[in-house]
């Protein structure tokens, strides 16, 4: 089984919709992330959690939030999802203990329309 | 804020030959790791390499090496003997929060 999972893999909604994309992971890693990955810019971070209690903004927080259910669990929410949004979404976690190295889910192509 | 650069959007490479992908960065830190990450088609994103800022010596991964140089902040990817299971984006990362656009490479037979 997959170390980390994200679901859904593919999601297509409309504009306004409320969305959320879920990471679980098996690593016992601590640290969490979300990128967003468009043509062009490369992955660029939303949200990360360096423990349950911690939350912190990336560089692209805007019209995302996020919810760190616990260790194994980090979900990203678009409250009211806009066609800019479209993008490849990445779910990754690190420990400090592997030298910050990125394990990376599957992947959410999420289209919105 | 630390950032990452990679200057060719795209490269490519005849099978069998060596292609080298460029990266620089930008940081204030003394130490710190890089990275370079491959997305195949697939879309999952995999290790290729790392390198400790510390250790003079470039890392090697088979047929996968790096030249780093410190002092002017780069940080490129040798691939040697290139094969069609190459073929994909790269990415070079600092640290744990900064990417680079990306190189995609062709491999051509």
């Known amino acids: 089984d997959a170390d980390v999972t994200q679901t859904p893999r593919n999601r297509i909604t409309k504009t306004g919709k409320r969305i959320m994309l879920e990471c679980s992971q098996t690593k016992g890693h601590d640290r969490m992330y979300w990128y967003r990955q468009d043509p062009g810019l490369g992955l660029r971070l939303i949200y990360y959690?360096?423990?349950?209690?911690?939350?912190n903004k990336g560089e692209i927080s805007d019209g995302y939030s996020v919810s760190r259910q616990a260790q194994a669990k980090f979900s990203l929410s678009l409250e009211s999802a806009i066609p800019n949004q479209t993008a490849l979404y990445f779910c990754?976690?690190?420990?400090?203990?592997?030298?910050?190295?990125?394990?990376f889910g599957p992947g959410t192509r999420l289209t919105v329309l | 804020a630390q950032t990452v650069t990679q200057s060719q959007p795209e490269m490519s490479v005849q099978e069998a030959e060596t292609v080298t992908l460029s990266c620089t960065y930008d940081t204030s830190e003394s130490d710190y790791y890089l990275f370079w990450y491959k997305q195949p088609p697939s879309r999952q994103m995999i290790l290729v390499i790392r390198q400790e800022a510390y250790k003079q010596q470039n890392a090697t991964e088979n047929r996968f090496s790096v030249n780093f140089q410190k002092a002017a902040k780069s940080f490129s990817l040798k691939i040697s003997d290139s094969q069609l299971g190459d073929a994909a984006m790269y990415f070079c990362a600092y640290m744990d929060m900064r990417f680079g656009a990306g190189t995609r490479l062709t491999v051509k037979p």
């Open positions: 990754a976690t690190s420990d400090y203990a592997y030298e910050n190295e990125q394990f």
């Open positions: 959690s360096f423990d349950v209690k911690d939350i």
